[in-house]
């Protein structure tokens, strides 16, 4: 099947049914065919897994791709399967028979893409590998191999070893994970031969992003439950931030007639399992979970994501909200926030194994939920990106607040941290600034300088709020691996200078945050009634395909691939053809059936 070789748009056409690659896929499938390692760091849904399927069809041999969680091995295996192309996963949860036929088939070099788990891999012993024309490795997940993140694998670190047995393939690491210390981990972890970097914009377009602060339970339930009327057959998640929260949300969802699970790490495994499945399986759209739910889903028509706590920090808050809209349709995502929710997660962090770190993480949590800068904006500077427009798409962007000019109180700022030679953490700085006795600043002599006391008349949670949106905007960044120092990026000296002025948001108080208006997008979602039928119609045929193969629906088709017919009504095979995600071998499937449904459709609305 795979015997002639074909350029990537031809695979890509063929295999995948896509018209053109995305963003950076094509160099990056360009420079790992030419021999090379990679390093693509991309958003979740940004298409990293094409970076590698694609060069294990054009080159001959089999792909290694080394996975964290069965789960994950599991979609992608089916997805590619129902492709038509070969793939296999090798893990803990294959019996021997089924195991002794994927080793049979790898050795024969019958399969283009191996999935396997790093332990797994490194058990595998020399004499299996000789046998295996390995074509490249693919590192999913790479940010398993640091320690920074809360998904850290110790195999991940052994990966190198694994190399050793096939010295001249080349590797490709990919994450989604964008911190900078991340990304320094792996680079050097995972013994990349001069790889070249591709890093993607982490911005999502299709996301929407509205919070609320400041909120009593009776308001967050209130907002709650208009967000999810207008979103009837949405599937959606929403995160608490205990188990016995869930429970009780569930609870109250089930009295207002919202069907539901809860998901969380107490519950049985066999029951996690069963809420996972129905969930992916569309037979239940709302689930309310702990951020043990989630890991290694998949799911590409996830519409929406509720925080109904604040998270613990921005990496899971981005990780979660970012498991909206995968498939590039509209995701909204709402996080209601109360003061309760911080005396909570304060408590997390000091029992966690870095208090100070993970402190520091939670405030900046907190000052992304309570300001009032384009939320887009704040997210991606803390990732080291700079927006150069406000999105459009937040709460903030759609009702802005107010700015006004703060260029002295942000010189004063600059001069000090430049002054201290970027060595103050925020609430050093914020000490000197307001005078403080406290014993270090002492020490280290900082009530000597000419700023100490200079900002006396500013409370302390001004300053801190001044510090953050200088911050989220991006002209300070802090070194979480240097004490959570605070840096100068070049736009600050520009401002030292005299070059440039900085605007900042007015500063809210709790009471005029409570009173904001609500984005109409939140509660006003009603789809156009007439493709709605027609979508629900084609939406039962691809859950009656997926029960067929015994696959999730959204592996048989994405729903962007179902929108696009309700758009264009194809009635003909090349016009069914040109709609994304129509492969060779899924238009020899199933293309009969979903043209004699949509024929049918169209003679029906023409009567
Ligand atoms: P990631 O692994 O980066 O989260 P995926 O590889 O799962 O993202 O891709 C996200 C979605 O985008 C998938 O549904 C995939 O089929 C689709 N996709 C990826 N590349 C393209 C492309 N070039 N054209 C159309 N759709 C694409
Ligand atoms: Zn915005």
């Given at each position: 099947m795979h015997s002639t070789l074909h350029s990537p748009e031809e695979i890509l056409r063929s295999?995948?049914?896509?018209?053109s690659f995305r963003g950076q896929q094509k160099k990056i499938i360009d420079t790992i065919v030419a021999g090379k390692d990679a390093f693509v760091l991309m958003p979740t849904?940004?298409?990293?897994?094409l970076c590698y399927q694609v060069p294990a069809l054009v080159m001959p041999g089999t792909c290694l791709v080394i996975s964290p969680l069965i789960a994950l091995m599991k979609d992608q295996v089916q997805a590619l399967r129902i492709n038509g192309i070969e793939a296999a996963f090798l893990n803990s949860s294959l019996g021997a028979e089924e195991e002794y036929s994927i080793l049979q088939k790898c050795g024969e070099g019958k399969l283009k893409l191996l999935y396997t788990s790093p332990e797994r891999a490194l058990l595998m012993p020399q004499s299996f590998w000789k046998k295996v024309n390995v074509n490249l490795i693919a590192v999913d997940e790479?940010?398993?191999?640091?320690?920074?993140?809360?998904?850290?694998?110790?195999?991940y670190t052994r990966i190198g070893e694994l190399r050793a047995n096939f010295p001249d393939v080349s590797m490709v690491a990919l994450t989604a994970t964008a911190d900078k210390l991340t990304r320094k981990d792996i680079l050097t972890h995972l013994?990349?031969?001069q790889p070249e970097v591709f890093i993607s914009s982490?911005?999502?377009?299709?996301l929407s992003i509205s919070v609320r602060s400041g909120l009593r339970s009776a308001e967050k339930n209130d907002l709650l439950f208009s967000f999810l009327a207008a979103r009837r057959n949405d599937a959606g998640i929403i995160y608490c931030i205990s188990r016995k929260m869930c429970e009780v949300l569930s609870g109250m969802l089930f009295e207002r007639g919202i069907r539901n699970a809860f998901y969380h790490a107490g519950m049985e495994s066999v029951e996690r399992a069963r809420v996972q499945d129905a969930f992916l399986h569309d037979e239940i759209s709302v689930v309310v979970a702990?951020?043990?739910?989630?890991?290694?889903?998949?799911?590409?028509?996830?519409r929406w994501v509720v925080h109904y706590n604040l998270p613990r920090n921005m990496e899971s808050y981005y990780q979660e909200i970012g498991r909206a809209g995968r498939d590039g349709l509209p995701g909204d995502t709402l996080l209601l926030y109360g003061a309760r929710d911080l005396g909570m997660l304060g408590y997390f962090a000091t029992q966690s194994a870095q208090p100070e770190l993970q402190l520091e993480k939670l405030h900046r949590m907190q000052y992304f939920a309570e300001s009032r800068i384009c939320r887009k904006r704040t997210l991606l500077s803390y990732f080291g990106e700079k927006l150069?427009?406000?999105?459009?798409?937040c709460d903030v962007c759609l009702h802005p607040p107010r700015f006004s000019d703060h260029t002295k109180t942000a010189q004063l700022v600059f001069t000090l941290i430049e002054r201290c030679r970027e060595q103050l953490s925020l609430g050093i700085l914020v000490g000197v600034l307001r005078g403080s006795n406290a014993e270090e600043i002492r020490s280290r002599g900082?009530?000597?300088?000419?700023?100490?006391?200079?900002?006396?008349?500013?409370p302390e949670h001004e300053w801190r709020q001044v510090i953050y949106q200088l911050t989220g905007i991006g002209y300070l960044e802090v070194a979480y691996d240097d004490h959570h120092a605070l840096r100068l990026n070049p736009s600050a000296q520009e401002v030292l200078a005299g070059k440039g002025r900085v605007q900042l948001a007015e500063i809210p108080s709790r009471k005029t945050e409570r009173n904001r208006p609500v984005p109409e997008i939140l509660v006003a979602h009603q789809r156009d009634a007439d493709s709605g039928e027609l979508f629900e119609a084609l939406r039962k045929l691809r859950l009656e395909i997926a029960r067929e193969e015994k696959v999730a629906p959204y592996i048989v088709f994405h729903d962007k691939s179902l929108r696009e017919m309700c758009d264009?009504?194809?009635?003909s095979e090349s016009e069914l053809r040109s709609?994304?995600?129509?492969?060779d071998r899924k238009m020899e499937k199933y293309g009969e059936r979903f043209l004699s449904l949509l024929r049918e459709w169209e003679s029906f609305s023409q009567s």
């Open positions: 295999w995948f049914g896509y018209d849904g940004g298409g990293k897994s790479a940010h398993c191999v640091s320690q920074w993140g809360h998904d850290f694998r110790k195999e013994g990349l031969h982490f911005d999502r377009p299709n702990t951020i043990a739910f989630g890991m290694g889903i998949d799911k590409s028509n996830v150069t427009r406000d999105c459009g798409n900082f009530h000597l300088l000419q700023q100490f006391g200079a900002g006396r008349e500013r264009r009504l194809p009635l709609i994304s995600g129509l492969s």
